[in-house]
């Protein structure tokens, strides 16, 4: 990192084109209020659901209010363009007047959510302007998103991952029996659930718990709303374990934090949307009621799947826990949920490392390591 006299300018970019729109805007919200002032610049940028990029105003409310979600509007904003190439910085253009420069920026916390910005869409953009920023690279985050590819590369890797059935758009349409007859061998037939979802959504968007064929194909639209591609996962029988993952100091190994136990209350199947943040039925047992060296275990799986996929920065690795003992991997979040109450910086408040402090290791990793190819 150069040597400047300046604060380090960090854009935090919020908001996106995904479902996940309005959980983007809470984390930032969260992570904003959590960045020392002292140290960093902050500037706040959002992209509206229609891909506009805004200069969005510091004292933005951003949380969910009375069950309210908010969003990135854009209007009454001067619109800030994407980074130029030839320099690592901002424009900023109103109606009227001649276009402005934001200046360089140091760093990027993109925190985005799902396609778009958690796809390795942005992280492309950002490595094209030579710009540094948090989080995994565009190849990683790729198929991080890609619950089917993240699959492939895991068990490519010898990690243990459970039944599951690709369905892509054009399977769907020209195959579609095919595609229901493998997903009945998952257990369906034989009245076992299956989980119907989105292949690259998060935060429980566009998934449905199925118990009977008749449903089966209603689910499927459903999640077809999210994505023309869908995963289908036999439902595995087991405790919901997660563990947080950062990118290590000083080129050292990944790190995980304590793992956590997602315990729900109420009538939910499943971890859905709701259940996540809006009804406040769940919490979190960090660490969860394990022996010790299965603690130590899931901690050393989350690291293997986190290098697997050759992340950097963070990463939230969620396992299920079989009732003989056995770590299954789900799935792997790149850009995890970052509100306080979150699992993520839950389980390295747990595990040492409070939410300022955690906000600002993920900046100075990021400021540290080099652009382009790595």
Same mark, same amino acid.
């Given at each position: ?9 960090v854009a935090v970019v919020f908001g996106g084109r ?50 309210? @979600? ?10 800030? @363009? ?24 140091? =760093? ?16 492309? @953009? ?39 059935v690709l369905i892509g758009d054009r399977e769907w349409?020209?195959e579609r029996k095919r595609k229901i007859d493998e ?61 947080? =993952? ?41 660490? !969860? ?55 993520? !910086? ?29």
């Open positions: 990192m150069s040597q400047v006299s300046r604060k380090a300018r995904s479902s996940e729109h309005a959980i983007s805007c809470v984390t930032a919200g969260a992570v904003m209020a959590a960045i020392d002032r002292d140290r960093y610049e902050v500037m706040p940028v959002g992209i509206a659901r229609d891909g506009r990029w805004v200069l969005a105003p510091e004292d933005q409310r951003l949380a969910i209010e009375d069950g309210r @979600l908010p969003e990135v509007t854009g209007e009454g904003n001067a619109l800030a @363009l994407p980074f130029d190439p030839s320099s690592p910085g901002l424009m900023v253009v109103e109606p009227g007047k001649v276009p402005a420069t934001l200046g360089e920026v140091d =760093v990027v916390l993109p925190l985005l959510h799902g396609p778009y910005g958690e796809d390795g869409t942005i992280q492309g @953009l950002l490595d094209l302007a030579g710009v540094r920023y948090v989080g995994a690279g565009v190849l990683a985050s790729a198929v991080g998103m890609d619950k089917g590819f993240m699959k492939l590369v895991w068990q490519a890797r010898g990690l243990p991952v459970g039944p599951y349409r020209r997903v009945k061998e998952l257990g369906l037939a034989d009245g076992r659930p299956v989980f119907v979802k989105p292949a690259r959504a998060g935060s429980s968007m566009g998934i449905t718990r199925v118990t009977a064929e008749a449903a089966l194909e209603a689910a499927i639209e459903a999640a077809r709303e999210h994505d023309p591609k869908v995963i289908v996962e036999a439902a595995v029988e087991g405790r919901e374990i997660e563990c947080g =993952v950062l990118q290590g100091l000083d080129d050292g190994p990944a790190e995980a934090s304590l793992p956590a136990e997602v315990l729900m209350a109420g009538d939910h199947d499943f971890y859905d949307f709701e259940t996540k943040y809006l009804d406040g039925s769940t919490r979190m047992a960090i660490p !969860p009621d394990l022996p010790p060296a299965a603690i130590e275990e899931v901690r050393r799986v989350a690291v293997q799947a986190f290098d697997a996929l050759d992340c950097e920065g963070l990463a939230r690795v969620d396992f299920f826990l079989t009732p003989d003992g056995r770590w299954i991997l789900n799935e792997i979040n790149t850009m995890p949920g970052f509100t306080p109450a979150s699992a993520f !910086p839950q389980m390295w408040a747990a595990t040492g490392l409070d939410y300022p402090a955690l906000v600002d290791r993920l900046i100075q990793t990021a400021l540290t390591r080099s652009t382009g190819l790595r």
